[in-house]
């Protein structure tokens, strides 16, 4: 079956700096990778849609500069977080698909904890 | 704007017992519906994918229909076990025809399973 690697599983990292999240389909290849964001005890919500080749589209009231995605290859889609702050704490976790008809596959998300 | 929305919202039942999610969504032009499962702190497993033109899906103990005309679709967990105890996600994707679009998901219900 479709797998998708998530790394890292969690990072804590110090307010003002930048981290980056893979996400990598290890056995198929994703014209189309989504990243979600999920808060403690809230529902994921889709913070973008990142096709390969092309730049991503952001979903209403998530800041492009300050979450870069990078779809260079068809295997691999990256999110940076750039000057993270304390409310950027959560859970972090990417989604691929082969084709719409075979459904989604997640990673296994990032908590992130900025301090 | 497409919302999805879970009842109920937690459960807690005796092992042994046969119980039904509940999962319904505003707008019925929809690609397909997925159910998910997500224990605590993980990622998300797909349990089963339910395409438009589907009116039920069966994996094992579990068993998802979808009544798409009036936005409706039930995830039916029989003889249920401690092990099943989990978030459970309901999940649809809508094709805008430029490819494929994110999932809108429910909040989820918290289902513990009582030994």
């Known amino acids: 079956g479709a797998v998708v690697s998530q790394h890292p599983s969690w990072v804590i990292c110090k307010s003002g700096t930048s981290v980056k999240i893979e996400c990598r389909s290890l056995d198929f290849q994703a014209t189309t990778m989504f990243w979600y964001r999920q808060f403690p005890k809230q529902s994921l919500m889709l913070m973008a849609t990142?096709?390969?080749?092309?730049?991503?589209?952001?979903e209403q009231g998530v800041e492009k500069d300050k979450f870069l995605i990078n779809h260079a290859s068809l295997t691999l889609s990256t999110l940076t977080v750039t000057s993270a702050h304390p409310e950027d704490s959560s859970f972090y976790i990417c989604?691929?698909?082969?084709?719409?008809?075979?459904?989604?596959?997640f990673g296994s998300g990032t908590r992130l904890t900025v301090v | 704007k497409q919302e999805v929305t879970q009842i109920p919202a937690a459960l807690s039942v005796p092992e042994g017992e046969n119980l039904v999610l509940n999962c319904s969504f505003t707008d019925s032009a929809i690609y397909n519906l997925q159910w998910f499962r997500q224990d605590p702190g993980k990622g998300l497993t797909s349990l089963l994918l339910i395409q438009s033109s589907q009116r039920e899906q069966t994996s094992g103990r579990l068993n998802a229909s979808l009544d798409k005309s009036s936005g409706r679709s039930t995830l039916y967990i029989a003889a249920s076990q401690p092990g099943d105890s989990a978030t459970y996600l309901c999940a649809v994707s809508q094709y805008s025809g430029g490819g494929a679009d994110g999932l809108t998901f429910g909040k989820g219900t918290h289902l513990i399973i009582q030994p």
């Open positions: 989604s691929a698909i082969q084709w719409q008809g075979y459904g989604y596959t």
């Open positions: 990142s096709n390969e080749g092309s730049k991503a589209t952001y």
